[in-house]
């Protein structure tokens, strides 16, 4: 465990299903991210979380929604997904960014598939 | 945009080889660089963080350098393992990622 945890670990779902990924760390870190990676692209960082208000929204598709209710968790709801959000998606925290210390930490990401 | 080339894309060398990875960045203007580990269907494992006053870092058998005038990083393994196998990414500048090196270590 690298103490950033996501659940569930593998998700399939229907394009009219609405589902959730949770994302929760103790590392006493103030800042939070929600990468997608797709095969043979580039991480595409999606949502940042600074002291739980969201200071990065990298032209994200609406059917994607953050929410951070405390600098501990972090969800993402999803819904009416399409095919192309098939990815692995990946949860990270790190001390709030810009500062000189930042150093990520990752979860093991979940495996979502849109089917 | 910034743009991440990582090269080679893929390598295998035998086990005990030293070996250098390579991770350059359209726009040099790089404050920091991190180096990743990824196992398959595992997320990313901080390996190296070069901050902004420093040039490298160190390791264990790894070594990372960062030229800032090129915007070039160079990750060095030396007397490699078959542990080592896995995806190796470069970040810069926190959020731009390259799509990895993949390393197979042949015991």
């Known amino acids: 465990e690298t103490g950033v945890t996501q659940t569930p670990r593998h998700l399939v779902m229907g394009m009219t299903n609405k589902k959730s990924l949770k994302c929760e760390q103790h590392?006493?870190?103030?800042?939070m991210y929600w990468y997608k990676q797709s095969a043979k692209k580039p991480l595409e960082l999606m949502f940042v979380y600074s002291l739980e208000e969201r200071v990065e929204n990298n032209s994200v598709p609406s059917r994607f929604s953050p929410e951070c209710p405390n600098s501990s968790h972090l969800f993402l709801h999803l819904h009416t997904l399409q095919p192309e959000d098939s990815a692995l998606y990946l949860c990270a925290s790190s001390q709030a960014p810009g500062q000189n210390t930042l150093l990520y930490t990752f979860g093991s990401g979940t495996r979502l598939t849109v089917v | 945009k910034q743009e991440v080339t990582q090269i080679p894309a893929a390598l295998s060398v035998p086990e005990g080889e030293n070996l250098v990875l390579n991770c350059s960045f359209t726009?040099?203007?790089?404050?920091?660089l991190q180096w990743f580990r990824q196992d398959p269907g595992k997320g990313l494992t901080s390996l190296l963080l070069?901050?902004?006053?420093?040039r490298e870092q160190t390791s264990g058998r790894l070594n990372a350098s960062l030229d800032k005038s090129s915007g070039r990083s160079t990750l060095y393994i030396a007397a490699s393992q078959p542990g080592d196998s896995a995806t190796y990414l470069c970040?810069?500048?926190?959020?731009?990622f390259g799509t990895g090196t993949s390393l197979t270590v042949i015991p």
């Open positions: 590392l006493g870190h103030n800042a």
């Open positions: 726009d040099s203007a790089i404050y920091n």
């Open positions: 070069i901050q902004s006053s420093q």
């Open positions: 970040a810069g500048n926190q959020f731009y």
